[in-house]
Structure formats: C-alpha cells, structure tokens
C-alpha cells in the first residue's frame, strides 16, 4: 500500500517507488479477485462442505494434557494477516514521517476524506441496525480496499492525472489508520494488562534492537514472535501486533549521505588499489582483506537504505499475491440458497451496501468540500472535483478490511454471511459506479 513523498518528483520516474506500489497493488487485486471468485464459486458448488470443513480443520500443536489448535481460517486471519498489518503499519509510518501525511497541510484533505469516509457510512448502517442485532458491525462499511480501488483506478492508465492516484492511496492508509483503532478500541472485548505489558517490553526490546544497529535477523524475527503472542494472549486483536511492530521499525535511513558517500568512497578506493587482478569473483575466498572491505561496503549501502522501506518492499509481494489471496478465499466463500435470494435484503445487508454505496461518496465529498473550503487544503494538481467523486465513489470498495471486522463482530455465521453479502454487493456497486463517473468526467476533461 512505495515512497509517496515528493510525490511529483518520484512518481514521474518510470521506475519510482510509487509506480511500482501502484503496480503492485493492481498486480495483486487481479489475484484477489480471483480468489474470491473461487471462494464464491467453491461454496456454492457441490463439493461446499469441503471448502467449510477445510476452513475450519483445527491445526496446533499439544504437550501432555495442553492443547493449542485453532482453525485454518483463524490462523490465516490472526497469524498470517498479521503480515498483512505489519506492512499497512510500514505504509502507515511511511506516510506520517516522509510521505502525504507528513504535514498538516498534505495531510488535510485526504485525512478529512478518510474521517467523512468512515463517520458517515457507519452512521448510515446504524440507521437500519441500532438497537438490532447487527448494531455491532458498524465498523464494516467504514474501510477501503486500496488494491481494488487502484486496480480500478489502472484501467484509465496515464489518462488520469497522478495526483488522484497519490489522493485515493493517501485517503486509503489514513482509513486504514481508523480502521486499526476501531478494531483495537471496539472490537476487543477485554484487555489483559499483564500480557499487554509483556507485548510492551518485547517492543521496548525490538526498539533497542533498532537503536544497536542489531544486524541478527533471527533476533527481530524471535521478538517480533513474541510481541504476537503477548498480543494474542492480551485479548487485543492479534493482527494489531503487525502494526505495534511496524511502528518500531526506522523508515529513514540510518546515515546521512555525505558519511555514506565518505564510507563508500573509502572502501572502493581501497579495493581499486589492490594490484591488478587481485581482486576476482572469487579472490575474496582465501583474502580475508578483501572479504571484510566488501562487508564494509555491505554495511555503508545497508545504513543508507531504510529498514522499513526495505522491508515493505519485500514483503509487499508475499502479502500481496499470498496472504491476501488467502485470506479472501476462506473469508468471502458465502453459500446462497434461495431463501436468502428470495428473501428482502436483511438489515445488515441493507446498511453495509448503503454505508459503502452512499455513506463512502457522501462523507468523503462533504468532509474534502470541507477541507478546501478552510483554505488550509487544496485539490491536487489537475484534478477536479469530479474526479474527487469518482474517488469518493471507488472509496466504497471496502473489501479486505471489511470482510475481516466482519468476522470480528459477529458470532454468528448467518450475520456474518449478511455482512459479507453486503461487502460484496456494495464494493461491486461502488467500484463500477466509480469507474462510470470517472470515464464521464475524463471525458468532460477532453471535451
């Protein structure tokens, strides 16, 4: 969800970070919707009761009377989606330290989208369900799949400016920073101080770790485990612990340029005065001089390059064509019959297709009208206001993060199949109206 910052400068490079996070992410929405597709397609196919026996196979691990096992959809979403968070909380950092978020000015507008974004569609579900039974998913509707919503986005390729891409992204990771404190704050239902404190000091420790400039990964790996496991055990979310982690890691680079560049020069110099032919691919084998100058320039180019940037640029692909897609193809699999069909559409339904239809486009608007209209916000350059709707429109696809607190606020299956019901029903709308609106206004544009 890579470096926005200096947005226009980077972005205009073919290879920019950017450009490679959008590609990425649309690479990614392709696999997405090709597991959901699968998901849907295997629930409602005569081999259905495979698909939900498989996704809730009990996997752990036992000694003497103890046993720890949890279902395979349960280890998917709070083992592997931590992975997942943990790269949004990378994103997260990012953004508020170099990137769209860094100052109150860039931070506005889409930070104000993202509060509309996510007030008013909740507002708009509790209207058919406070009181109800389904009062507790009101957090459903208030997310935005970035990597749909980008994949969307594609389809015009060059022809939509980048400073709507850079908006929709910036406005995405800003909702996903509510979307993280609902989940933390109102979806936990009792908090263990004690393992909360445990997560502390393994974060304190994995702080220090940062700070010694520890070159162990074994040794991040082992804490940040563990950091998962005081989570887990705290009553908090799992997941959450992706993002405590992500918080941790440095997004800036260790050294500043003119050290690196001191360094650098000063091991290369010294390699170029080897005698001619002394140094060979394989020389360094037997010339432990040698082998300790390169580890040199190994650590100058290590210190330069941030660890968080690094980090989010490989893991970005294994959460991206992995886990999400996993995560989708036992979390969307709803089995319809011709009773819910035939049914009207239940509360539950009704308010997250509403929330993600109208509530997204209607607070994102009003919140972005708001931001220009203090005179502290500005629109991007070359985008207007109707392509500020068409964005608002494609914010309602609200897919990963919508399907996983869905999952978190309700214990029964057949609410949680309304909500995803809804889920999918409402991104669809919204990502086709969306599509529709900004064609139209690309067209005015050339008009």
């Not at 594609?154 to 989940?183: E, M, N, Y």
């Not at 669809?428 to 050339?446: D, P, T």
């Amino acid at each position: 969800m890579s470096a926005l910052s200096s947005a226009e400068r980077v972005d205009d490079r073919p290879g920019g970070m950017f450009q490679r996070f959008v590609h990425s992410e649309v690479s990614g929405s392709v696999v997405l919707l090709a597991c959901t597709l699968l998901a849907l397609a295997w629930a409602n196919s005569p081999w259905a009761e495979s698909y939900f026996d498989l996704a809730h196979t009990k996997i752990g691990i036992s000694w003497g009377d103890a046993i720890f096992h949890l279902s395979l959809q349960h280890w998917i979403n709070d083992g592997l989606m931590v992975l997942f968070f943990f790269v949004v909380g990378l994103e997260i950092k990012r953004e508020l330290v170099v990137g769209q978020l860094s100052t109150a000015r860039k931070a506005l507008l889409p930070v104000s989208a993202a509060l509309g974004g996510m007030l008013v569609p909740a507002a708009m579900y509790l209207l058919f369900n406070a009181g109800g039974e389904g009062a507790r998913g009101w957090g459903i509707p208030m997310a935005t799949d970035i990597a749909f919503a980008l994949g969307i986005l594609a389809v015009f390729g060059s022809r939509l400016p980048i400073g709507l891409k850079v908006f929709l992204t910036a406005l995405a990771i800003a909702d996903d920073i509510g979307a993280v404190l609902v989940i933390a704050v109102f979806y936990t239902e009792k908090v263990r101080l004690a393992a909360l404190a445990v997560a502390g000091v393994f974060l304190l420790l994995l702080l220090a770790a940062n700070r010694a400039h520890l070159r162990r990964p074994g040794v991040y790996i082992l804490l940040a485990i563990g950091v998962w496991a005081a989570v887990f055990a705290s009553g908090i979310h799992a997941t959450v612990a992706g993002i405590l982690v992500a918080f941790v890691v440095p997004v800036r680079a260790r050294i500043d340029p003119t050290e690196f560049m001191q360094r650098s020069h000063g091991v290369l110099g010294q390699l170029a005065a080897l005698d001619e032919g002394a140094l060979t691919r394989v020389s360094m084998l037997e010339e432990k001089r040698q082998l300790a100058l390169l580890d040199d320039l190994y650590r100058a180019a290590g210190d330069m390059r941030p660890p968080g940037i690094t980090l989010e640029y490989f893991l970005h692909p294994i959460q991206a064509f992995f886990v999400l897609p996993l995560f989708a193809l036992f979390n969307a699999g709803v089995a319809f019959n011709a009773d819910m069909l035939a049914m009207p559409p239940d509360p539950i339904t009704l308010g997250v297709v509403v929330g993600l239809l109208a509530g997204k486009q209607i607070g994102v608007m009003l919140f972005s009208w708001l931001a220009i209209r203090s005179g502290r916000a500005s629109l991007p350059e070359n985008v207007g206001w109707p392509m500020i709707y068409g964005a608002s429109c494609l914010a309602g696809v609200g897919f990963t993060m919508s399907l996983f607190i869905s999952e978190l606020a309700f214990a029964g299956a057949a609410s949680t199949d309304e909500a995803k019901l809804g889920i999918l029903a409402g991104s669809l709308l919204a990502g086709v109206w969306g599509y529709l609106v900004l064609r139209r206004a690309l067209r005015r544009v050339r008009a």
